[in-house]
């Protein structure tokens, strides 16, 4: 048998902390305590790496958040996109019912009318292989006017160039994107078709 590992002990110190200081007495009660803790905090924990882990893998675009619904037939969130192109991008969350699902639905209608980072990922279809859903894994608010983050909007270019750097670089020298400070969606926009048609 192995003794417990730094995360597991991290996690411990943790939910001791959560739990305050033991009761003279009630030793065996705080260590219930703790436990319950300790627990709830590793399945938290397990929770955030698999989130964490879609957003690292999700593909991400620039769009208007027009309108938020709840699908009939599903009972998912339906977002309807308005992309810088102007094409209409529908996209949809986890079921209402899930605390994912619903924190996704609460956060999107706080931002209707508003340009959003939009992280997507592809789910596919029960009982169907080659067919997917696009489903939302986070939304970041970009405000009324839209203007993206540096770094963010380089991490965009360097997707649209498929990763190579050089390329991603000559994109936005060539667009005259500034090397600091927040970039406007039509300038983000005009990199990323330079940096896709390069990659062509």
């Given amino acids: 048998m192995g003794g417990v590992d730094n995360s597991h002990y991290s996690l411990v110190v943790a939910a001791a902390q959560a739990a305050g200081p033991c009761p003279e007495g009630d030793e065996a009660a705080w260590g219930r305590r703790v436990h319950g803790l300790t627990v ?39 977002l309807t996109l308005r992309l810088p192109s102007g094409e209409s991008e529908p996209i949809r969350t986890e079921q209402k019912d899930t605390d994912r699902g619903r924190a996704l639905i ?44 540096n770094t963010t909007a380089k991490k965009m270019v360097l997707q649209e160039a498929g990763g190579d750097v050089a390329r991603a670089q000559q994109a936005w020298t ?20 330079a940096a896709r048609s390069a990659a062509g």
């Fill in 106 to 149: 609460e956060r999107a209608r706080s931002l209707e009318g508003r340009w959003v980072l939009v992280y997507r990922y592809n789910e596919r279809k029960t009982g169907q292989r080659n067919q997917s859903v696009r489903m939302l894994a986070h939304l970041m608010d970009l405000g009324v006017d839209g203007t993206v983050p």
């Fill in 174 to 193: 060539a667009t005259g994107l500034p090397g600091g400070g927040p970039v406007s969606i039509e300038q983000l926009e005009q990199a990323r078709t």
């Fill in 40 to 78: 709830d905090l590793h399945l938290i924990a397990q929770q955030a790496r698999q989130d964490i882990e879609r957003l690292e893998s999700a593909r991400t675009f620039i769009a208007f958040l027009e309108q938020v619904e709840i699908e009939e037939s599903s009972r998912r969130g339906l």
